[in-house]
C-alpha cells in the first residue's frame, strides 16, 4: 500500500520494525504540512501536535485556533476512514485520545471571543461529533460562550423563509445545543432571552370604546415571529411572502414565477408545483419539531419558557 511519501508499505508486515510502521501509520494520518524532525510515535504523538498547533497558531494570527481544530480534525477523521489506516489498528483510540487532549488544551487557553469566533467557524465544517461535542462541553465551562455562541449561531435565521431555510445554520445551531444541557439552558436564560428568545415588547397603540377605556392593545405576535428564534424557526409557509418586503417578494413561495400563469399549466405541472411545496413545508417542519423537541426535554425552564412564547404569540 502506498504511504504519503509514496513508499510501499505493509503496515501489518512482521518484517519491519514496529517504530517504522507506526511512524508511517502516523505520518499518513495526519498528513503535516512539514515532514517531523524524527520518528513518531503513540508516546510522543502528543508533543509533535503541540508543536504543530503552535506553528499554526503564529502562522495563521486571528484564524490560528480554527486552523489547529481543522487540522486535527482531519486527523481524526482519517484515521476513522477506510483504506487509510487498518481498521484494527491498535494506535487508533491513543492517537484519537491525543488529539482530543491537544484540541481542549488549546481551547481552554484563549479567550472567550475566541472560543466563539472559532467554534463556530467549524461547526461549517465536517469535524467527527466526539470532537466536536467536547470542544463544545468544555466552551460550556467558560460562562460568557454559551450566550455568545447562541445568538452568533442564531442570529443569521433571522429572515430565513421557505425557499432559504438555511438548513446548514440551522444544524449548526442543533449541534450547539445537543452538545450540552448548559447551552439549552443559556437560551433561556439572560442575555439570550432578551435578545434572540422573547425579546421585550412594548404596544404602540390601543383601542378604547366610547368611554374612552382601552378594551385591547396590539398584540405581540408579529414581534415574536420577526424578531424571535422561534419565529425564525417556525415562520416559513407556503404564504410567507405576506411577511416579506416587496421589494423581496419575488424570493418567496407564493411570489415565485412557477406559480405565475397556472391558468396555462398542466395539471401534472400543478401537480409538480404542489409537491415541490410540500416537501419544502414538511421541511422546515421537521427542523421546528427538532428545535422544540429539544427544549421541551431540557427541563422546566425550557418547558415553561416554550410554553410561554406560544401563549404570547
Known amino acids: 500500500r502506498p504511504s504519503a511519501q509514496g513508499e510501499d508499505i505493509q503496515p501489518m508486515d512482521a518484517k519491519r520494525p514496529k517504530e517504522d510502521v507506526e511512524h508511517a501509520l502516523l505520518v499518513k494520518v495526519l498528513q503535516p504540512a512539514q515532514p517531523p524532525q524524527g520518528k513518531l510515535s503513540l508516546e510522543s504523538v502528543g508533543e509533535f501536535l503541540e508543536s504543530e498547533a503552535g ?19 482531519k486527523g481524526w477523521r482519517r484515521s476513522e476512514e477506510g483504506g487509510v489506516v487498518p481498521s484494527s489498528w491498535s494506535g487508533i483510540p491513543p492517537l484519537q485520545e491525543a488529539i482530543l ?5 488549546q481551547l481552554i487557553t484563549v479567550s472567550s471571543e475566541d472560543k466563539v469566533r472559532s467554534l463556530s467557524a467549524i461547526l461549517e465544517t465536517p469535524v467527527p461529533s466526539r470532537l466536536m461535542n467536547e470542544l463544545l462541553s468544555a466552551a460550556s465551562e467558560d460562562e460568557s460562550v454559551p450566550a455568545q455562541l447562541l445568538i452568533s449561531v442564531a442570529r443569521p435565521l433571522q429572515g430565513r423563509h421557505l425557499n432559504e431555510s438555511r438548513s446548514g445554520q440551522f444544524g449548526k445551531l442543533l449541534r450547539v445545543l445537543r452538545s450540552s444541557k448548559t447551552y439549552q439552558l443559556a437560551l433561556v436564560s439572560s442575555p439570550c432571552f432578551e435578545e434572540i428568545f422573547k425579546p421585550a415588547f412594548e404596544s404602540k397603540f390601543v383601542w378604547r370604546n366610547q368611554k374612552k377605556e382601552v378594551y385591547m392593545q396590539q398584540r405581540p405576535g408579529n414581534m415574536l415571529q420577526t424578531r424571535s428564534l422561534l419565529g425564525w424557526v417556525l415562520s416559513p409557509s407556503a404564504l410567507d411572502g405576506a411577511t416579506m418586503p416587496t421589494s423581496q417578494a419575488h424570493m418567496s413561495e407564493a411570489g415565485a414565477g412557477e406559480w ?16 415541490g411545496t410540500q416537501m419544502k413545508v414538511s421541511g422546515v417542519q421537521s427542523q421546528a419539531a427538532e428545535l422544540v423537541d429539544i427544549l421541551l426535554r431540557a427541563g422546566d425552564a425550557p418547558r415553561t419558557a416554550v410554553l410561554q412564547w406560544l401563549g404570547a404569540m
Do not use: N
Open 55 to 73: 506553528r499554526l497558531l503564529s502562522q495563521h494570527g486571528a484564524k490560528g485556533l480554527e486552523e489547529v481544530f481543522l487540522f486535527l480534525a
Open 101 to 105: 487532549t491537544v484540541a481542549l488544551t
Open 260 to 275: 405565475q400563469d397556472l391558468h396555462r399549466a398542466t395539471r401534472q405541472r400543478v401537480e409538480g408545483l404542489q409537491r
